[in-house]
């Protein structure tokens, strides 16, 4: 299986924080999964410093750019608080 | 092997020898290039040398029974590794590795141990940095506990920037994800916070440090304490 690299942007109304470097997956579901995690460990530490998560999305992107997924960081602690 | 000048020599440890002490050690000093990635100990090893760099930078890195990793410490110019030796220890306890290119003068366990038998002076300067080392890694602790990776991360950028000529910086995200053990875009997030408030320039590959003092003080209850210690420590020592 081959590796492809992924780029994790993060995007709320203030902008977008581009990611330049990126990170290699076997999949696009082994991507999802780091990302989900990169966002909790983000969500956390805004949570801890109070600082505002509401509209902050992680779009999971290929080298051109196209957008594979979109996570929502409001998604993200839903399904934790589901637990 | 040539012997090296003492007046040439970047390494503060050695340059502060009294110069009969050095002459003592000198011909035992063997010249090395250490570029980035050079392992030179791994945990449960023996320790074949101990390392005086002139130049670029080490990292000690702890490696969990489960495999996290996460830096304890960093060395340049201003120490030497591995410290444990002045203890008489005869393995590594770390991973000990460079991670930006470096020059060091290297000295054999054997030599070490003799010098630090027979040269008092040798013994009381890796001594004494191996105390202000010891102190890095105590803020090191604390940070990692108190800060936030935005802080602990300007932090790690001044201790590398003291280390290196210049202000560029060569590291990867995923590098400094590793060393901060924090997920790689924590990095990007908080190097964007950094570059947003005019402090570093964040490019593929390198981050340079465009505002020195703004950086401080951004990290100021995070960065200097060690380095002030360190400063105390090595002063007037002979």
Redesign the interface.
């Known amino acids: 299986m081959s590796m492809k690299r992924y780029y994790?942007h993060?995007r709320d109304e203030g902008g977008t924080?581009l990611?330049?470097?990126g990170?290699e997956h076997r999949s696009l579901e082994e991507a999802r999964q780091?990302?989900v995690?990169?966002i909790k460990?983000?969500a956390a530490?805004r949570i801890?410093?109070g600082e505002v998560i509401g509209n902050t999305f992680?779009d999971v992107c290929d080298e051109t750019d196209a957008v594979l997924k979109s996570i929502s960081f409001r998604q993200v602690i839903e399904e934790q608080l589901k637990r | 092997m040539e012997t090296p000048l003492q007046a040439t020599i970047s390494n503060k440890l050695l340059s502060l020898l009294p110069p009969d002490d050095f002459e003592q050690i000198s011909g035992k000093l063997e010249h090395v290039l250490l570029p980035r990635g050079t392992s030179i100990g791994k945990s449960g090893q023996p320790i074949d040398y101990l390392y005086f760099l002139t130049s670029g930078i080490g990292s000690i890195v702890v490696e969990t029974p489960e495999g996290h990793r996460a830096e304890a410490g960093m060395f340049g110019f201003d120490g030497y590794v591995p410290t444990s030796a002045v203890a008489d220890v005869e393995l590594h306890a770390h991973d000990v590795s460079i991670q930006v290119d470096a020059e060091a003068y290297r000295m054999s366990f054997a030599d070490f141990r003799h010098a630090m038998e027979t040269n008092r002076s040798f013994s009381r300067v890796v001594i004494r940095a191996m105390e202000a080392f010891s102190i890095q890694l105590s803020y090191t602790l604390a940070s990692n506990a108190i800060h936030?990776?935005t802080e602990r991360l300007a932090r790690w950028l001044l201790m590398c920037h003291d280390r290196v000529p210049g202000d560029e910086i060569a590291l990867?995200?995923?590098y400094l994800a590793v060393m901060l053990a924090?997920?790689?875009?924590?990095v990007?997030?908080s190097l964007?916070l950094l570059e947003g408030s005019g402090f570093i320039k964040s490019e593929?590959g390198k981050v340079i440090v465009r505002n020195r003092p703004g950086l401080q003080e951004f990290a100021r209850d995070a960065y200097g304490r060690p380095e002030e210690e360190y400063r105390r420590l090595m002063k007037d020592l002979f």
């Open positions: 994790f993060i924080v990611d330049e470097e990170e780091s990302a995690d990169a460990e983000l530490a801890r410093t992680l | 936030d990776v990867t995200h995923e924090v997920r790689r875009p924590s990007t997030t964007h593929r």
